[in-house]
């Protein structure tokens, strides 16, 4: 036996004993799997009785609501990740606002989606800042400048690769 495979036996044994000999991520992709079926159901549904709904108002309600499930799930997406680090430790840390701006400006690929994005960004980083929205909102102004904007060569990637993504997802079910 080499030193290297010896390394990485101890390596995958290490990861083992921390993640619960494979238990934990079973059970998160269980949980997500669970929450984007229960997100899609919540979505108003298109056509009804394989005719297209043209209520005057409907298309609106409808992306508005997908928007919203959209900014929820970033949300809780990344909160889910923030989630390692001690709140006391990162307290007015200016690094977690760039690095949830840049995210958000990958997720949110729609042009003139600022808005949510701001929401988004506040909804995650008040907790660094005593809760208040206002000093958050300051400072993602104030870091604006230092954000990488995306392109439209990159959401067009992004698309893609989503797409593809879930096409490959909905083969291996």
Do not use: H
């Amino acid at each position: 036996m080499s030193l290297k495979s010896i390394v990485s036996k101890q390596r995958s044994l290490n990861l083992d004993e921390l993640l619960g000999k494979d238990e934990a991520p079973k059970q998160n992709e269980e949980i997500s799997k669970q929450s984007s079926v229960k997100q899609f159901s919540q979505i108003p549904p298109k056509s009804l009785f394989n005719q297209p709904l043209t209520l005057s108002g409907y298309s609106d309600l409808r992306k508005a609501k997908k928007e919203e499930l959209k900014l929820n799930d970033f949300v809780s997406q990344v909160e889910e990740v923030l989630n390692y680090f001690d709140v006391e430790g990162k307290k007015y840390d200016f690094s977690i606002i760039l690095w949830v701006c840049n995210q958000a400006e990958n997720y949110f690929s729609k042009p003139k989606s600022g808005e949510n994005k701001k929401k988004a960004v506040i909804a995650v980083c008040k907790k660094y800042f005593n809760n208040d929205e206002l000093l958050v909102s300051q400072a993602v102004q104030s870091i604006a400048p230092l954000v990488k904007k995306s392109s439209v060569l990159s959401r067009c990637y992004f698309k893609s690769a989503n797409f593809f993504y879930s096409m490959l997802s909905r083969l291996k079910k």
